[in-house]
């Protein structure tokens, strides 16, 4: 059995920190890459950020670079999100998927990712 669970998401003000985190487990353990994505109401999901949990390389979004940091420990099997200077604009429910192979040019693609989590809201807002 694979699982992906992500915790961390709640309500925070413009300006704030959050850490999201995704505890894989079961078959999930087989699957190098966990990324990020994030959907909000009406809009298409969004790949946010991603890591090589072997070799440690990642990928960001435009939109995330400079206060989104991805991290990995690999002894608990969890990959980290640090999401600081929170915009409004970045509230979505997000998710942790995983995928064999680390490509940057297709890093942020959904369609590439095999497995998903249930997802964790994140809501911006004063």
């Known amino acids: 059995q694979l699982q992906l669970v992500e915790s961390g998401g709640g309500l925070v003000q413009p300006g704030g920190s959050l850490r999201l985190s995704c505890a894989a487990s079961?078959?999930?353990?087989?699957?190098?890459?966990i990324g990020w994505f994030r959907q909000a109401p009406g809009k298409e999901r969004e790949g946010v950020s991603c890591?090589?949990?072997?070799?440690?390389?990642?990928y960001y979004a435009d939109s995330v670079k400079g206060r989104f940091t991805i991290s990995r420990d690999n002894a608990k099997n969890t990959v980290y999100l640090q999401m600081n200077s929170l915009k409004p604009e970045d509230t979505a429910v997000y998710y942790c998927?995983?995928?064999?192979?680390?490509?940057?040019?297709?890093?942020?693609?959904?369609?590439?990712?095999?497995?998903w989590g249930q997802g964790t809201q994140v809501t911006v807002s004063s």
């Open positions: 998927a995983v995928t064999h192979t680390f490509i940057l040019t297709y890093a942020g693609a959904s369609s590439l990712y095999d497995y």
């Open positions: 079961g078959f999930a353990l087989d699957y190098d890459v």
């Open positions: 890591i090589s949990r072997s070799v440690g390389s990642t």
